[in-house]
Nanobody, 119 residues
Framework: QVQLVESGGGLVQAGASLRLSCAAS????????MGWFRQAPEKEREFVAA????????YYANSVKGRFTISRDNAKNTVFLQMNSLKPEDTAVYYC????????????WGQGTQVTVSS
């Protein structure tokens, strides 16, 4: 059973930085892509960023481009989300997710970590 565990969330002031981590365990194969999503209260879950395990191709939502950076450590099966210049509108629960196949849905999800940005 694949498990994804996020960490690194917290309460910060606007303009600050946070680094989220997502550690994957319990699998014997390399999935295609890992992504970060977020969900604010009373809003739909939205895509934030994603990275392919092989090649490290990255994708970002327009709202975070230039402020957030996704990276991975293949040896540790861990994906990171460096978040700089945080804004109050970045407040949400952040989830990491694992897509096994290219073009497929995200198959596994973490439990989420809360990020709160005060103004």
């Amino acid at each position: 059973q694949v498990q994804l565990v996020e960490s690194g969330g917290g309460l910060v002031q606007a303009g600050a930085s946070l680094r989220l981590s997502c550690a994957a365990s319990g699998r014997t194969f390399r999935s295609y892509m890992m992504g970060w999503f977020r969900q604010a209260p009373e809003k739909e879950r939205e895509f934030v960023a994603a990275i392919t395990w092989s090649g490290g191709t990255t994708y970002y939502a327009n709202s975070v481009k230039g402020r957030f950076t996704i990276s991975r450590d293949n040896a540790k099966n861990t994906v990171f989300l460096q978040m700089n210049s945080l804004k109050p509108e970045d407040t949400a629960v952040y989830y990491c997710a694992d897509a096994v196949e290219r073009g497929g849905a995200y198959d596994y999800w973490g439990q989420g970590t809360q990020v709160t940005v005060s103004s």
